[in-house]
DNA sequence: CAGTACAGAATTTTT
DNA sequence: TTCTGTACTG
C-alpha cells in the first residue's frame, strides 16, 4: 500500500509473538522486506517496523523520556519476587501482622488498581472500607518506595508511560508522526491502561487495528477488560469491523467439539468458526485411572503417533491447567527416553542463585536499587541480619539523596561513620562488598556482561559459598550460574545494543514463551495459558477433572466458569490434526489421592465427534512400554477410530432438565448388568418434540469397557 | 546471625 | 509434596 514501514507500530503480548510476527512479514515480502533489527528487545531501528510487546515498548519510551516523570534512565524493572521484598518490608514497617495483612493481596489490589490508571491519590480518595484504605496507605508508600529505587514494576511501565504521554504534548505528537498506523494483537487480553496508551497513539489518525477474539479472553482474572473489545464499536464508530470466521488450522471435529463447548458461555458474540480443512479424526477420549497412568497413555500415544507419520517430536503439545500437573508427564517421558520441553515453572531468571547474581548487576547500574542491594547484601552468608540492616538504613537516613543505603555502606566500610556495634569483620566484609560495586560500576562501559556476571561470582564470594557446601543442589546452582555467563555472552553476539541495562531489561521482560526454541525438538508441555496463539498438529488436553479444569478457585467467582470454559476452548484449539482430552478417576495433589470428578466440559462436547480409546488400550499401551512387543505397540482402538458420525448434530438443547430428569449427574457411579460400574461423564435428553422430554440418555466410562452412550433407565445408581 | 528442626500452610493461570 | 515461617541452639 506504499505504507512507510517506519510509520507502523506493532504491539503483540509476548516477545515470541513479535518474533514471529516479524519473521512472517519478513517471508511475505520477500526481499523487499525491511532489515529487521534486535529481534530479543523487540526493538527494530529506523527503516524498519516497530513489532513489540507493551512492556518492552513502554520501557523503551520510559527510558528515553523517563526524565520527564522523573524516573532515572537506569531504573530497574521489578517482578514480582522484587515486589514482594518490598512489600514486605513496608507491611512490617507499618507494624501490621503479615498474615492478616499478606502483602501480596496488597499487591494484587495494587495491580489492579494500576491496571484502571488510579493512582495512589485517587485509590485513597475513594476508600470504602478499612482493607481499602490500609491498601491506599500502603499504596503510596509502596509508590514511594519505588521512586526511591528509582524503580517500575510491570504495571507502572504501561501506566508511566501514559502519565508521560498525556503530560507531555510533545513527545505525544512525536509519536503520532511517527506511527500513523498502530496494531494491537490479542485485543481480548488487553486492560484499560494498555487501551488508554493504544489510543493515545492512534486518536489522531485514528488507523489503529486491533486483532481479538473475546471467546479466547483469559487474561481477565490479571486485569484484562472485556469491554476494550465489547465496546469497541461505540467507541469508534466508523470503525471497519471485519469478522475471521474461517479457520484454517483445525479438522472440522476439533472446531466442531470446540464450538460445541464454547456455545454454552452467556456472555459472548455469537459465532461459529469453520472450516474448509477436512473431518479428520474423531476427538479421542481417555480416561485413566490415576494421573501417572494419564501420563503413560499419553507417551505411548506420542510415540505411536511420530512412528506412525515420522513426525518430529515438537508436534505434540500437552497442555494442562496447573503447572504442577507437568510432573507425572516428565517422570512419564523421562523414563520412555522422550524428549521434552517444558515452558513455564521456575523461570531460569527466577532462580534464586540467578536473582543474586543479577541483584550485583542491578546495583552496580542503579545504586539506588534498595531491594536488589539488600538481595546482594544477604548472599553470600555475610552476618549481615535485620538489625545490622536497620542500623545500615539508619545511616543511609543521614546520607542524603539517592543510594543512600549503599552510601552509608560505603562509608561504614570506610570507617568514616562511628559504627560501634559493627565488629571488625563485619567491617571488612562491607569494604570488599562496596570495592566490588564500586570496582564494576567503574568499568561499567569497557566490561562486557558476561565479565561482570563472571566477576560478581567469583568476587562476592558466592561460587566459594556453594563449593564449601556441595551438595547436590549447589552442583546445578553453579551450573546455572554458568549458564548465565554463556547466556548473557549470546545476548552480547545477538542484540544491537549489548550493555549492560539491555541485557537486565531483557531478563526482566522476558516471557515462559519467550525462551521455547523451535529448533529443538521434544515433546512441548505447558498451561493451556501458554499455548494461547500457538497451534500443534497433535494436542492433549490433559487433567480435565471437575475441580481441576474448571479450577476449584474459579467455581465461586462470578463469570469464573465460562473464563475456564474459553481457557478450554483455546486449548482445545491449538490442534491443528488430532485432539486428545483426558482425564483420570484419582487424582495426587499435594500428596493426597482423591477421587476425581470428570470435568462439565465433557457433557458440552457435541455427541458424534468423541471416539473413546479404552483403558484396555491403556493395557496395551503399559505393556509395550515395559519393553516388550515394540511393533504392534499401536492402540488398536485410536489407530482406527470409528467415523465421526454421519447426519446432523443433535439440536443442542439446556442440558439442565435431563440431568434433572435422571437425577443422575457427572461424576455419579453407576452400575449396569452387563458392563460393570463405571462414571456418568455426560447427560442429554434426546428425541423429545414439542414439549415431550424425550429420552435421557448417559455417557458413562465404565472402568473397564470405555464409554458408552446409553438409555438412562438401564444403570442404577451405585452406592 | 546462621543453621537446624519442625509445624503448618498452601498451592491458578503471568506480561 | 513442597515451601514458608518460627523457635531454638551454637
Not at 447427560?683 to 466410562?701: C, D, N, S, T
Amino acid at each position: 500500500m506504499g505504507l512507510d514501514p517506519r510509520r507502523i507500530l506493532a504491539i503483540t503480548f509476548t516477545n515470541k509473538a513479535a518474533r514471529e510476527m516479524r519473521e512472517r512479514i519478513e517471508r511475505l515480502l520477500g526481499a523487499a522486506s525491511p532489515r529487521a533489527a534486535s529481534a530479543r528487545t523487540g526493538f527494530t531501528g529506523p527503516g524498519s517496523l516497530w513489532i513489540s510487546t507493551f512492556h518492552s515498548t513502554c520501557a523503551r519510551l520510559l527510558r528515553l523520556h523517563g526524565g520527564r516523570v522523573g524516573l532515572d534512565p537506569r531504573f530497574a524493572i521489578y517482578d514480582e519476587a522484587d515486589q514482594l521484598s518490598l512489600m514486605k518490608r513496608l507491611v512490617s514497617q507499618q507494624g501490621w501482622d503479615e498474615t492478616r495483612w499478606p502483602p501480596s493481596g496488597f499487591l494484587a489490589a495494587i495491580s489492579r488498581a494500576k491496571d484502571e490508571l488510579i493512582g495512589p491519590e485517587e485509590y485513597q480518595a475513594r476508600v470504602g472500607d478499612f482493607r481499602q484504605e490500609r491498601t491506599g496507605r500502603i499504596y503510596a508508600l509502596y509508590q514511594q518506595a519505588l521512586r526511591d529505587c528509582n524503580a517500575v514494576d510491570f504495571d507502572d511501565l504501561i501506566f508511566r508511560t501514559v502519565v508521560l504521554l498525556r503530560d507531555n504534548g510533545d513527545i505525544l505528537a512525536d509519536l503520532r508522526d511517527r506511527f500513523r498506523h498502530v496494531l494491537v494483537d490479542e485485543y481480548q487480553d488487553t486492560n484499560h491502561a494498555q487501551y488508554v496508551f493504544a489510543n493515545l497513539l492512534a486518536s489522531e489518525h485514528r488507523n489503529l487495528c486491533v486483532v481479538g477474539d473475546d471467546d479466547q479472553s483469559i487474561y481477565r482474572w490479571r486485569g484484562a477488560d472485556i469491554r476494550n473489545v465489547l465496546e469497541f464499536e461505540e467507541d469508534y464508530p466508523d470503525a471497519r469491523i471485519i469478522r475471521l470466521e474461517q479457520n484454517y488450522r483445525s479438522t472440522k471435529t476439533i472446531l466442531k467439539a470446540a464450538n460445541g463447548i464454547i456455545a454454552h458461555n452467556q456472555k459472548r458474540k455469537p459465532k461459529e468458526l469453520w472450516t474448509r480443512n477436512p473431518d479428520g479424526d474423531p476427538v479421542v477420549y481417555y480416561l485413566a485411572s490415576d494421573g501417572q497412568k494419564e501420563a503413560e497413555f499419553v507417551t505411548g500415544e506420542v510415540l505411536g503417533g511420530r512412528r506412525r507419520h515420522d513426525l518430529p517430536l515438537r508436534s505434540f503439545a500437552v497442555l494442562y491447567r496447573t503447572h504442577a500437573q507437568s510432573r507425572a508427564f516428565e517422570d512419564s517421558f523421562l523414563r520412555h527416553g522422550v524428549p521434552y520441553q517444558i515452558i513455564g515453572g521456575v523461570r531460569f531468571y527466577e532462580r534464586k542463585e540467578i536473582k543474586d547474581v543479577l541483584a550485583y548487576l542491578r546495583v552496580v547500574l542503579n545504586p539506588a536499587d534498595e531491594v536488589s542491594l539488600e538481595r546482594a547484601l544477604g548472599v553470600p552468608k555475610r552476618n549481615v541480619g535485620p538489625k545490622t540492616l536497620a542500623r545500615l538504613r539508619e545511616l543511609g537516613q543521614a546520607e542524603s539523596g539517592p543510594a543512600g543505603l549503599l552510601a552509608a555502606i560505603r562509608a561504614a566500610a570506610r570507617g568514616e561513620v562511628n559504627s560501634s556495634g559493627f565488629g571488625p569483620k563485619l567491617l571488612s566484609e562491607l569494604g570488599r562488598f562496596v570495592a566490588l560495586i564500586d570496582d564494576l560500576a567503574a568499568r561499567l562501559e569497557t566490561m562486557s556482561v558476561t565479565e561482570m556476571v563472571r566477576e560478581v561470582a567469583e568476587r562476592s564470594g558466592m561460587l566459594d559459598a556453594l563449593r564449601r557446601e556441595g551438595t547436590p543442589e549447589t552442583s546445578s546452582r553453579m551450573e546455572n550460574i554458568r549458564e548465565l555467563a554463556t547466556v548473557a555472552a549470546d545476548f552480547a553476539r545477538r542484540s544491537e545494543d549489548a550493555s549492560l541495562q539491555a541485557f537486565l531489561e531483557t531478563a526482566a521482560l522476558l516471557a515462559d514463551i519467550d525462551v521455547m526454541r523451535d529448533e529443538d525438538d521434544g515433546v512441548i508441555l505447558m498451561t493451556a495459558h501458554n499455548a494461547k496463539g500457538l497451534e500443534f498438529p497433535y494436542v492433549f488436553v490433559v487433567g480435565l477433572e471437575q475441580g481441576l479444569f474448571p479450577h476449584s478457585r474459579s467455581l465461586d467467582e462470578p463469570d469464573g466458569v465460562e473464563e475456564e470454559r474459553r481457557l478450554c476452548y483455546v486449548a482445545m484449539t491449538r490442534a491443528m490434526r488430532r485432539l486428545y482430552l483426558t482425564h483420570a478417576r484419582e487424582r495426587t495433589l499435594y500428596g493426597y489421592s482423591m477421587p476425581a470428578e470428570p470435568s462439565m466440559f465433557f457433557v458440552e462436547i457435541p455427541e458424534n465427534t468423541l471416539f473413546v480409546a479404552s483403558p484396555t488400550a491403556s493395557a496395551v499401551v503399559a505393556s509395550r512400554h515395559a519393553g516388550k512387543d515394540r511393533d504392534h505397540g499401536e492402540l488398536a482402538t485410536v489407530r482406527d477410530p470409528a467415523p465421526a458420525a454421519a447426519g446432523p448434530t443433535r439440536p443442542r438443547e439446556s442440558l439442565g432438565p435431563a440431568a434433572r430428569a435422571s437425577r443422575l449427574s457427572p461424576g455419579d457411579r453407576v452400575t449396569h448388568p452387563e458392563w460393570g460400574t463405571g462414571m456418568v461423564v455426560g447427560i442429554q435428553r434426546v428425541g423429545g418434540r414439542g414439549g415431550q422430554p424425550g429420552e435421557v440418555q448417559l455417557r458413562v466410562a465404565f472402568d473397564e469397557q470405555g464409554i458408552k452412550v446409553i438409555a438412562a433407565t438401564e444403570v442404577r445408581r451405585k452406592h
